[in-house]
């Protein structure tokens, strides 16, 4: 088997003019892997702080940006997303401890500011405010940690759209910030020990887009500097991947080895202030999903059983497995969240949601109906009353907080003086939604939501935007979306495909969308759109596709595999460049999700689908706007760069390609201010209307 790279380079540099948009230089390179000669032409983008490359981007951003100025002022998006906005309801806060959090936006053009409170009726009080900290309006907090008596809360700050974040401290009593400041945090909670300091995770990359090195688990003990945090964990030499967090008085550390083959567990009594590493031996350790401890009680579930189920064992006899709550077959168990007396579980089943309670012994107690089909999110448990507060939503509807009875089964809406009651923008019934499945090209039934206005006809005409996820086993669920219920409205329709890659269908729904099946993904969002066009709802003329991240893949493929089912296509933070995306930042985690480029039989099948080198020199693919962030450590932008400029510079191309990178932005976008979050939709929506329009 051949690992080495061969590259040929050649000094001449040639520029393919592109009427329709910018021009790039197109550098002579090839790559050999696994006796494999692939064109790689434009790897010269790899090198994003090269002044060739920026302003390259800087053309490509003038383009796209002078456009969706057009569209999005020929469209009435912009003032329908801010009119549905001021109309719509909120959720719930967040209860940690003894307080109630919630953001608010006290400037469109700041960040939001959290607040708490110690009563829910209680007026908020303001505890976080990042703009005036930082005096930057691009900065987001990424996460908030009370201690464990509530006494100080530890919060995370992105500054810039990256997932490289900072922690600081607030004494929350007293509102008062504390000078402790700690950097080069990256994909880490903040897990308290007790109120004296907390543990976390330090990244050591001096290379932004390189591989992550993320190998150290550091604790912080409050009023130290940095300097003197104890290295508690370290993984650097064998690169392995681990995650951590505190449970009672045990800090819990899973570890997975560099080839993702090995699973190891460990644990800390942090009443031992040596804090000494212990093994935690589990019952299935290459599968073992940890849900929860209470006590000497673990409570866990694996892929024995493909609809999910809760566990148990104890601590110190790990061989006795106790069934706590077993599968439901067909029916998904999505969640499961412990409070102090129950365990809830989250369920779906033909596309509806539900909550069924339990003790902890597994006795069950109580069923809640999702209402309308609504999607929902457990808010917290009111111990005194004995009521589960709970948010539900949909894609047409805005938030629906609830009081569930658990003694009584009652059902009640709360308000309250900060959540109050507000018409509905449209009847409940103006919106259809249907769950319904389709034919896959191997015979599967795959899970389809569709949406369109009550009684829309469906003659094959109407402007349809398709999206799919399918990747990590990841359970899709509506959110509710204005920029998506202004296109509902206008006449278009919605549909999300529940591909395999996903979780939807349980466990082996995943496992028959990754690695060397992860072609199922792609043909199942193919077949989805031969779905809908089959059955009238739309056109090739009329389809629009978009996802993100993993979604961005399956736009990527499904364009450049069928251009002739698409007028548009949006893919988002995008992995186009399959043969080298484990040689960025989180890559080498997702070897078991997409393959790994050093076996030859998994690079070839990663070559068959690969966006960016399945472009053929004679197709005019559809209308595409590729969207990216320049400081997106997840998915890096030389993904898109890659696959815009080598879509643009072909004489075929007759469709306008455009590429629109978001400065000082993430994988999630210009999130940090509202005016930047409704601006940003309102050109998503008004791009694909007026594309599919024209």
Not at 417 to 440: R, V
Not at 499 to 522: A, P, Q, T, V
């Amino acid at each position: 088997m051949q690992k080495k790279y061969s590259f040929i380079i050649s000094v001449l540099f040639i520029t393919l003019a592109n009427a329709q948009g910018p021009t790039a230089n197109k550098i002579i390179s090839r790559i050999t892997k696994h006796n494999i000669t692939i064109d790689d032409d434009y790897a010269w983008l790899e090198n994003v702080n090269s002044n060739e490359a920026i302003n390259w981007v800087k053309k490509q951003n003038e383009y796209s940006e002078n456009h969706l100025k057009e569209v999005t002022k020929a469209t009435n998006f912009l003032f329908k997303i801010k009119d549905y906005n001021y109309l719509s309801t909120n959720g719930l806060p967040s209860k940690y401890g003894k307080y109630f959090y919630s953001n608010y936006r006290l400037d469109k053009k700041k960040p939001y500011v959290l607040h708490y409170r110690e009563k829910l009726n209680d007026m908020p009080k303001q505890l976080v405010d990042p703009f005036a900290i930082y005096k930057d309006d691009n900065v987001v907090m990424s996460g908030f940690y009370p201690s464990k008596n509530s006494k100080f809360l530890a919060y995370k700050i992105s500054l810039n759209g990256s997932d490289r974040n900072e922690i600081r401290f607030v004494d929350i009593l007293n509102q008062k910030n504390l000078d402790d400041v700690l950097k080069d945090i990256k994909f880490s909670n903040a897990s308290w020990n007790d109120d004296k300091g907390v543990f976390y995770k330090r990244n050591s990359n001096s290379d932004f887009f390189a591989k992550d090195s993320t190998y150290q688990l550091f604790y912080h003990k409050l009023g130290e500097i940095q300097d003197k945090d104890a290295l508690i964990f370290d993984t650097t030499n064998d690169e392995s991947n681990f995650n951590f967090f505190v449970r009672e008085n045990k800090l819990f550390i899973f570890e997975t080895n560099k080839e993702e083959t090995k699973r190891a567990y460990h644990y800390i009594d942090l009443s031992d202030e040596t804090f000494t590493l212990k093994e935690f031996v589990v019952p299935t350790p290459d599968h073992f999903s940890y849900l929860y401890s209470k006590g000497d009680d673990v409570y866990f579930s694996d892929k024995k059983y493909d609809w999910g189920d809760v566990r148990s064992f104890n601590i110190n006899n790990p061989s006795e497995v106790v069934s706590i709550i077993p599968q439901i077959y067909s029916h998904l168990l999505v969640d499961v969240d412990f409070k102090s007396e129950y365990i809830i579980c989250k369920y779906k089943h033909l596309g509806k949601n539900y909550i069924n309670i339990h003790n902890y012994d597994g006795t069950f107690v109580r069923k809640f109906e999702a209402p309308m089909g609504m999607n929902f999110n457990i808010r917290f448990l009111d111990n005194k009353t004995n009521e589960l507060y709970v948010t539900f939503y949909s894609y047409t509807i805005s938030y629906l907080n609830y009081k569930l009875n658990i003694t009584t089964g009652d059902s009640n809406v709360y308000y309250n003086d900060f959540i109050q009651p507000k018409p509905t923008l449209f009847p409940f019934d103006h919106f259809e939604t249907k769950s319904t499945t389709y034919k896959s090209r191997d015979g599967k039934d795959v899970p389809i939501t569709i949406i369109h206005k009550k009684g829309a006809s469906l003659d094959g005409n109407n402007a349809t935007l398709l999206e799919a996820y399918g990747g990590f086993g990841v359970i899709s669920g509506p959110s509710y979306d204005v920029g998506l219920l202004h296109f509902l409205e206008k006449g278009g329709v919605y549909a999300y495909a529940e591909i395999r890659g996903g979780g939807e269908k349980g466990r082996k729904w995943h496992k028959d969308g990754m690695g060397l099946k992860k072609m199922n993904s792609f043909n199942d969002f193919i077949d989805a759109a031969e779905f809908l066009i089959s059955e009238k709802y739309t056109s090739p003329n009329k389809l629009a596709i978009t996802g993100a991240s993993n979604g961005g893949l399956v736009v990527g493929v499904a364009m450049t595999q069928r251009p002739d089912l698409f007028k548009v296509a949006v893919p988002k933070v995008g992995v186009f460049d399959m043969i080298k995306f484990d040689q960025y930042t989180i890559g080498k985690f997702h070897l078991d999700e997409y393959g790994n480029p050093e076996n030859e039989d998994e690079f070839k099948s990663l070559l068959t689908y690969s966006p960016y080198h399945n472009i053929k020199e004679d197709v005019n693919y559809p209308t595409t706007l590729i969207i990216t962030s320049e400081n997106d450590d997840r998915v890096p932008p030389v993904h898109s760069y890659k696959f815009a400029a080598k879509l643009q510079n072909r004489s075929a191309q007759k469709n306008p390609i455009y590429l629109n990178v978001k400065s000082k932005a993430g994988h999630y976008g210009k999130i940090s201010s509202y005016d930047k979050s409704v601006q940003e939709d309102a050109e998503f929506y008004s791009f694909i209307w007026e594309h599919l329009n024209e």
